[in-house]
């Protein structure tokens, strides 16, 4: 079993940049792909960003893809996301994941059996 514990959320302006961060423990991160989802408030949490156990391929939700870049280092047990021209709509918890999902489920949660706290990202306008 992982656990997962993410950091770097916080307050930005819109335009601005954050670089979340999802530190592994428990098992090696390479034994896993990585998702971020999000949640704002009043709506259900919704896929961000994956990344393969290869590192080789990634997937992007339209709503972020030329924005964000999800990133991962193995040596370092962790993943990243790169968040840049941030807008109010991207406002919401953030959540890393770990799991196994085939070629054409990473967008799915129920992949991911493993699951961070979530961290805050507030974009003000």
């Known amino acids: 079993q992982v656990q997962l514990v993410e950091s770097g959320g916080g307050l930005v302006q819109a335009g601005g940049s954050l670089r979340l961060s999802c530190a592994a423990s428990?098992?090696?991160?390479?034994?896993?792909?990585m998702g971020w989802f999000r949640q704002a408030p009043g709506k259900e949490r919704e896929f961000v960003a994956a990344?393969?156990?290869?590192?080789?391929?990634?997937y992007y939700a339209d709503s972020v893809k030329g924005r964000f870049t999800i990133s991962r280092d193995d040596a370092k047990n962790t993943v990243y996301l790169q968040m840049n021209s941030l807008k109010p709509e991207d406002t919401a918890v953030y959540y890393c994941?770990?799991?196994?999902?085939?070629?054409?489920?990473?967008?799915?949660?129920?992949?991911?059996?493993?699951w961070g706290q979530g961290t805050q990202v507030t974009v003000s306008s």
């Open positions: 994941a770990a799991g196994l999902p085939s070629s054409g489920t990473y967008y799915l949660r129920n992949e991911y059996p493993y």
């Open positions: 428990g098992r090696p991160l390479s034994s896993y792909a």
């Open positions: 990344i393969s156990r290869t590192g080789i391929t990634t």
